[in-house]
T-cell receptor
């Protein structure tokens, strides 16, 4: 059973650029969610996808968008990057019936200069 | 609006002793709570959960206590081991809606050999 994998592990961008982060869900998991963890903070919910549809969103602006593909892999896209977008971005997956256990990837560390 | 709070950023405990990590919440609508553990350069891993209708859940060395009237939960680890050194996050979740998790800011636990 493979776990949740994320790529890339580290990324450096400049303000105003766009970035795409990728995630492969754990085998058999049809729900994926993305979290942003700023330095010294806990993870904050960005959005969740189930069966390729967004079914929940946190307090993040529309320049944060996502996709889920038929194989349950997922992308997080951020447009017009701002300095405050610098954070660890975590992808998590679960089976629809297993609400309690989120399985997290190791994250992508994004630095915006 | 910090719905889940972990007021102790760090805690040091002697090996073999009990570690007690605390968490307070303000949202009385949470249906369940979870504890996650995070090592550096890894994603959070699920540790233990508790339903809001319970006051205690135990799994090996880990016990979570919930006091709904005080809106407080705690994680007890006994006996503490060096491998328990990590950052611990508590989180609250709801059964319906987008099922997002709301995390606290974390407590760094250091076990002293």
């Amino acid at each position: 059973e493979t776990g949740v994998t994320q790529s890339p592990t580290h990324l450096i961008k400049t303000r105003g650029q766009q970035v795409t982060l990728r995630c492969s869900s754990q085998s058999g998991h049809n729900t994926v969610s993305w979290y942003q963890q700023a330095l010294g903070q806990g993870p904050q919910f960005i959005f969740q996808y189930y069966r390729e549809e967004e079914n929940g969103r946190g307090n993040f602006p529309p320049r944060f968008s996502g996709l889920q593909f038929p194989n349950y892999s997922s992308e997080l896209n951020v447009n017009a990057l701002e300095l405050d977008d610098s954070a660890l971005y975590l992808c998590a997956s679960r089976d629809q019936g297993g609400r309690e256990k989120l399985f997290f990837g190791s994250g992508t560390q994004l630095s915006v200069l | 609006d910090q719905q889940v709070k972990q007021n102790s950023p760090s805690l040091s405990v002697q090996e073999g002793r009990i570690s007690i990590l605390n968490c307070d919440y303000t949202n009385s609508m949470f249906d369940y709570f979870l504890w996650y553990k995070k090592y550096p350069a890894e994603g959070p891993t699920f540790l233990i959960s508790i339903s809001s209708i319970k006051d205690k859940n135990e799994d090996g060395r880990f016990t979570v206590f919930l006091n709904k009237s005080a809106k407080h939960l705690s994680l007890h680890i006994v006996p503490s081991q060096p491998g328990d050194s990590a950052v611990y996050f508590c989180a609250g979740g709801r059964n319906f809606g987008n099922e997002k998790l709301t995390f606290g800011t974390g407590t760094r636990l250091t076990i002293i050999p």
